[in-house]
């Protein structure tokens, strides 16, 4: 049964269910490309409102997808910096969870990448595209081989600082 509000009572609308992002992304598209877009560079397809691989599309408009263009212009969203003595023993095994794990994600985001693995200091820095892939990648690691995570979001900027140690 309906609850009833009291003659002469009033109630507010909720306003805390419309979360407004501060964060600006300078690569983002400001309004939708034209249905569909083919990027030029990696072939992802803008459809239905979201990038997607494999599908074809003969009449396509042409564009740049914004992977594509942090990629050109060498500009990651996102950082992973990988420390400790467990990289150096297990070099190659982080290597293959690393590229396992961007490997599922692309399929399904294709704005989803890893951008560059540096080896550095005796660790590992690895650049995305965007903000979700080195948080994701971290926690693989550390549920995988566990060690110490660190999630930092830059306040008010599209771009995340992940660090994960590991000295076992």
């Known amino acids: 049964m309906p609850a009833t509000v009291p003659e002469g009572v009033r109630h507010e609308p909720r306003r805390d269910r419309l979360i407004h992002e501060r964060v600006h992304d300078p690569y983002a598209w400001h309004r939708k490309p034209t249905e569909p877009t083919r990027c030029s560079e990696c072939g992802a397809l803008f459809l239905e409102g979201r990038w997607r691989w494999g599908l074809l599309y003969i009449d396509a408009a042409q564009g740049v997808c914004p992977a594509c263009r942090r990629a050109a212009d060498h500009a990651p969203a996102g950082v992973l ?13 982080v290597l293959f969870l690393l590229h396992h794990h961007e490997g599922v994600e692309r399929q399904e985001h294709p704005m989803h990448r ?55």
């Open 81 to 93: 910096i990988l420390t400790g003595r467990f990289i150096a023993r297990h070099r190659d095994e």
């Open 114 to 168: 890893i951008l560059d693995i540096e080896e550095r200091d005796g660790g590992l820095v690895v650049t995305t595209t965007d903000i979700h892939t080195p948080a994701r990648l971290g926690k693989a690691l550390e549920r995988s081989h566990h060690g110490d995570l660190d999630i930092r979001y830059v306040e008010g900027q599209y771009f995340v600082r992940v660090h994960w140690r590991c000295d076992a």
